[in-house]
């Protein structure tokens, strides 16, 4: 059984920085794609940034792009977000999330994961 666990979350000023992160455990995940999404209160869940296994391919929501960087450590089985200039629209929990078996690029739909982590909460003060 797959669990995901993120971590890094809080509270931070707008223009701030943060490092999430999201570690795998049960299987290593080093061949299947992972993913970042968010969910603002009272928001659907979106897509914010994708990377294929390798991470050699990688893709950004275009209200990210520029200031979040995705990234993963296959031998540590974990997947990192930096978020650089964040801004207070990027307040919500973010939630980490795997594709089961091999895919060979960046997936950016919450329904083409099968593994899900439980959230980390990012708050942007203004």
């Known amino acids: 059984q797959v669990q995901l666990v993120e971590s890094g979350g809080g509270l931070v000023q707008a223009g701030g920085s943060l490092r999430l992160s999201c570690a795998a455990s049960g299987r290593t995940l080093s061949s299947n794609a992972m993913t970042w999404f968010r969910q603002a209160p009272g928001k659907e869940r979106e897509f914010v940034a994708a990377?294929?296994?390798?991470?050699?391919?990688?893709a950004y929501a275009d209200s990210v792009k520029g200031r979040f960087t995705i990234s993963r450590d296959n031998a540590k089985n974990t997947m990192y977000l930096q978020m650089n200039v964040l801004k207070p629209e990027d307040t919500a929990v973010y939630y980490c999330?795997?594709?089961?078996?091999?895919?060979?690029?960046?997936?950016?739909?919450?329904?083409?994961?099968?593994?899900w982590g439980k959230g980390t909460l990012v708050t942007v003060s203004s």
């Open positions: 999330a795997a594709k089961a078996g091999f895919w060979g690029g960046p997936v950016m739909t919450p329904g083409g994961m099968d593994y």
């Open positions: 990377i294929n296994w390798s991470g050699g391919s990688t």
